[in-house]
């Protein structure tokens, strides 16, 4: 990796403007890399820093859950920083699973890692009934957390009241935290402003994963519940020193399955103040995100953790496997980047 220049970029400057120099002392310190100041923030019911992926679902040829290739991955992953795992997300093909499935795979999973990796389990329904039935079950087997996301079926009916009442009742209900999940690439509705700023007030909503990488949206979120007891996390690895810069929490990053290790010395960098270095990194990241969300979705991330040792697996149908030609393309995102 080439060596990081030390003249912070230009717009990070200013953001944090400097005071006259007065003295060498007060220069020094001036001069010294900004890094994220623990201002007084209110005492956190559940503290989501850090890197969290969401975990793919290894299938068989034969369309059943692989639990010993799951297991394998969870064993290496322990090995690497996260703050916790995220499981049925959108990359854990929770849509595909039945109800056994998901109580099951929880289980697993919150038996395989150490009780103080935080587990956020997704338990998002069409209907507000079904949510609350299914977030007191993942929190029977063991879930920190319930990751919700917007139910979208009636996407016409979603209004901000609508979701706030569908949000609150499942809070009012859960006996775990509530984490509002938002990502309109595959719900088509993003959860509004007015609605996050209502439900932040909440007390037993403590934060959102936004995956929509509007970094002003991001920032607006951070700023307008500073002083709730609310965390902002960022959906994707892609858009994570801008989401960090404007005070975001953590992120739930799909490429974590793949290069857990940068993404989280990504992190580090950032609340380091090494900021040229978290820049370079970014950079690398960007075209492997891409590829394994948008581009190719989770076959393609499937197939890139083959290639990093991980168990990727089947994907369970209708999704298909990747072509020839889609594993080369996939491929070159990670080389082109150094990566491979």
């Not at 100041?37 to 859950?65: E, K, M, N, W």
């Not at 639990?67 to 049925?88: C, S």
């Not at 509002?180 to 932040?200: D, F, H, I, K, R």
């Amino acid at each position: 990796m080439a060596r990081a220049a030390t003249v912070a970029p230009r717009f990070l400057c200013a953001l944090w403007p400097r005071a006259p120099r007065s003295s060498p002392a007060r220069a020094a310190a001036v001069d010294a890399p900004r890094r994220f100041a623990a201002a007084a923030a209110p005492t956190r019911r559940l503290d989501l820093r850090g890197i969290y992926p969401p975990l793919v679902t290894p299938f068989t040829s034969q369309g059943r859950v692989d639990y010993a290739r799951l297991q394998e991955n969870l064993r290496l992953y322990t090995e690497i920083p996260f703050r916790g795992f995220v499981v049925h997300g959108s990359n854990g093909e929770a849509p595909y699973l039945t109800r056994e499935e998901c109580l099951e795979v929880v289980m697993r999973v919150r038996q395989a890692v150490p009780k103080e990796k935080l587990l956020l389990v997704g338990s998002g329904c069409e209907s507000t009934h079904c949510t609350i039935e299914k977030t007191k079950q993942m929190a029977d087997k063991g879930a920190d957390a319930a990751l919700v996301i917007t139910p979208c079926y009636f996407r016409g009916s979603m209004t901000s009241s609508a979701l706030i009442h569908h949000y609150t009742q499942v809070a009012d209900a859960s006996p775990i935290p509530v984490i509002l999940y938002s990502v309109p690439a595959n719900t088509g509705l993003e959860l509004p402003n007015e609605a996050v700023l209502s439900l932040a007030q909440h007390p037993n909503i403590v934060g959102i994963k936004d995956s929509d990488g509007n970094i002003t949206r991001l920032g607006l979120l951070v700023h307008k519940t500073q002083n709730e007891d609310f965390q902002v996390l960022a959906g994707s690895a892609g858009f994570l020193l801008a989401s960090y810069i404007v005070g975001a929490t953590g992120g739930v990053c799909a490429l974590a399955n793949v290069l857990g290790s940068p993404i989280c010395h990504l992190e580090h960098l950032c609340h380091a103040g090494n900021w040229d270095e978290a820049r370079e990194l970014q950079h690398r990241l960007i075209e492997p995100n891409i590829a394994v969300t948008r581009k190719f979705g989770v076959p393609g991330l499937k197939q890139a953790m083959e290639w990093f040792g991980y168990k990727g697996g089947f994907c369970r149908a209708p999704l298909l496997p990747l072509t020839e030609i889609q594993v080369m393309e996939l491929r070159h995102d990670f080389t082109s980047n150094g990566w491979l």
